[in-house]
Antibody, heavy 118, light 108 residues
Framework: EVQLVESGGGLVQPGGSLRLSCVASGFTFNTYWMTWVRQAPGKGLEWVGNIKEDGSDKYYVDSVKGRFTISRDNAKNSLYLQMNSLRAEDTAVYYC???????????WGQGTVVTVSS | QSALTQPPSASGSPGQSVAISCTGTSSDVGAYNYVSWYQQHPGKAPKLIIYEVTKRPSGVPDRFSGSKSGNTASLTVSGLQAEDEADYYCTSYAGSSVFGTGTKVTVL
């Protein structure tokens, strides 16, 4: 059974940092692109960024470029999202997502809540 | 990338059909056959229901179908059931990925 379990969310002040983690199981992690998607309270889904199977390529939505970094450790079946210089508008549920190919997101974690507030 | 445009809401009675549009541009929806649709119930993670415009993942009822014409993709839910009441999002490959604005489907 495919499972994606996120952790690391919480309350952080504007300008602060947070690192989200996602542990994958039930599939061969190093053969899939992985993606982070977020959803602000009461709002729609937003693609945050993704990372290639071997970690060599990464892409981000413009609003997080230079502030967020996606990485992965295939030996630990883990995906990460390092978030720096956080803003109120980064407040959202962050989902770890598997890409089955061509941006078809077939498995989602339960999400972890990030709140940026003073 | 701008979000793809979906109607905010759609509704139908049990057994009826409802269609949801997803309008993009010639750079995303119109350029690639990589449109996906997701169903999200309140408080839950989204679920993939259509990929590559028309394909259904294993376990998704054939009441759900997808199509595309030009820069607009569509999701049709036939034989509406109470459990189909949810938010629906489209997404398209566009170099990166962009989601639609979302449509709330109400079963009357």
């Amino acid at each position: 059974e495919v499972q994606l379990v996120e952790s690391g969310g919480g309350l952080v002040q504007p300008g602060g940092s947070l690192r989200l983690s996602c542990v994958a199981s039930g599939f061969t992690f190093n053969t899939y692109w992985m993606t982070w998607v977020r959803q602000a309270p009461g709002k729609g889904l937003e693609w945050v960024g993704n990372i290639k199977e071997d970690g060599s390529d990464k892409y981000y939505v413009d609003s997080v470029k230079g502030r967020f970094t996606i990485s992965r450790d295939n030996a630990k079946n883990s995906l990460y999202l390092q978030m720096n210089s956080l803003r109120a508008e980064d407040t959202a549920v962050y989902y770890c997502v598997r890409d089955q190919g061509w941006f078809a997101f077939d498995f989602w974690g339960q999400g972890t809540v990030v709140t940026v507030s003073s | 990338q701008s979000a793809l445009t979906q109607p905010p809401s759609a509704s139908g009675s049990p057994g009826q059909s409802v269609a949801i549009s997803c309008t993009g541009t010639s750079s995303d929806v119109g350029a690639y056959n990589y449109v996906s649709w997701y169903q999200q119930h309140p408080g839950k993670a989204p679920k993939l229901i259509i990929y590559e415009v028309t394909k259904r993942p294993s376990g998704v009822p054939d009441r759900f179908s997808g199509s595309k014409s030009g820069n607009t993709a569509s999701l049709t839910v036939s034989g509406l059931q109470a459990e189909d009441e949810a938010d629906y999002y489209c997404t398209s490959y566009a170099g990166s990925s962009v989601f639609g604005t979302g449509t709330k489907v109400t079963v009357l």
